[in-house]
């Protein structure tokens, strides 16, 4: 799912919308059909103010919207990655995340080391 649309691809249910509105997140239970996720993805950021407190807050609200999704949907033993924006909302978001699944772990990518503060949570294996 995204805020804007896509080419429709072959294989992919997509969904325009805005995660941090509720009936987003029943359209995609609605779209899951009682079927439990593998895995949960967010690769959302928000858009750049060029504030960095304030993108990095964005950033990590989004980021809470997809942690809901994964109460919602994810299978037990499913595994979830997230980007956030590194700052000071990011340990609090990381203690939420190891609440929930067994390893969690950060990683930050090659391409974007260099040019972004922006770091991929993974977590594996969701305790539900
Ligand atoms: C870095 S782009 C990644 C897009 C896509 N994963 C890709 O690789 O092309 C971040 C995406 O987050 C989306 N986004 C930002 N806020 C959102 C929101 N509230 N709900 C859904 N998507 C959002 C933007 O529309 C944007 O497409």
């Not at 896509?6 to 987003?24: C, R, S």
């Not at 750049?48 to 609200?61: E, F, K, L, P, T």
């Amino acid at each position: 799912m995204d805020l804007s649309s896509i080419q429709p691809l072959e294989n992919v249910q997509f969904i325009q919308g805005d995660i941090t509105q509720a009936e987003t997140i029943v359209r995609i239970k609605d779209l899951m059909n009682s079927r439990r996720a593998d895995l949960v993805l967010s690769d959302m950021s928000p858009d750049i103010s060029g504030c960095y407190s304030v993108d990095q807050a964005r950033s990590a609200w989004l980021c809470e919207c997809a942690l809901r999704v994964v109460d919602q949907i994810l299978k037990q033993g499913g595994h979830f990655i997230c980007k956030i924006f590194e700052g000071e909302d990011t340990i609090k978001f990381i203690e939420k995340v190891k609440h929930r699944f067994i390893v969690v772990k950060t990683f930050s990518p090659e391409a974007s080391r260099k040019s972004s503060s922006e770091v991929y949570i993974i977590a594996k294996s969701f305790k539900k």
